[in-house]
């Protein structure tokens, strides 16, 4: 997209539709409505993507923009798909997708990908997968681990740091103490633009993407997958500390 003059407000809008969540959405109405600018209120939006979100809105005639902005909010709300994920042994699972997969829907992201495991292993296909979203500037990556699964066992896992390091420039938490002891992460979840949510018994290794019997629940709805994402984010001040980056 060159410049906002090349669109009509009708085709501005519908392309708005399809690049903001429905958090953005909401974000954005919420700071023009208290009387912010368009500058400051596209900062809920990743810097990769605001150049591309503020010709759109640019393109949309003023008085209809907030308008638009909660036409999006309220359609994100839908949930259109739910779908078993199984990982089998000796392939023996026919209905819906496999937890293989997910590295593919991973690749596809346009936006975000948040995640929370107990542990990684470099066997897993998701172990590159997240590399290569993590090095894609228009992609926001936030990733939850247990700090004792990751931290202690080293020798099988890599440690929070290495992933960290392997996972520059995302955002990687570790698990603190609370009251008095470590959290123990054991939430094992997938959310890609803050729309495909993934929630599985799988940990992200390759026994558990390939040969072990693991279910899971792959679900397209944005309302229920920003819910998720807003719930992580107002606990982790308490629950989390974010691992500090270095050099791979």
Known sequence: MDSSAAW????????????????????IADRLCDGDTLTTAIRVVPPGRRAEIRSLLEGIDAGAVIA?????????SITTTL???WTMPGHLAQAGPLTSSVAHLV????????????NFQRTSGLWEALRRAARRPEIALRVYLDTKAADQDSRRTPTTSQVAAHLRPGTI?????????YVRNHAK??????????????????????????FGVFIDSRNLSEAVEREMLRTEEFLFERVPTTSS
């Open 8 to 27: 009509s407000d009708s085709e501005a809008a519908k392309w708005l539709g399809q690049q903001l969540t429905g958090s953005e959405a909401k974000g």
């Open 68 to 76: 638009v902005l909660r036409a999006v909010e309220g359609a994100r």
């Open 83 to 85: 779908d078993p994920l």
């Open 107 to 118: 690749d596809g992201a346009r936006q975000s990908v948040t995640c929370s495991t107990f």
């Open 173 to 181: 938490l570790r698990t603190r103490e609370f009251d008095g002891s």
């Open 189 to 214: 979840f997938l959310i890609v633009d803050h729309r495909f949510l993934l929630t599985t018994s799988a940990n992200f290794s390759w026994s558990a993407e390939h040969g072990n019997l693991e």
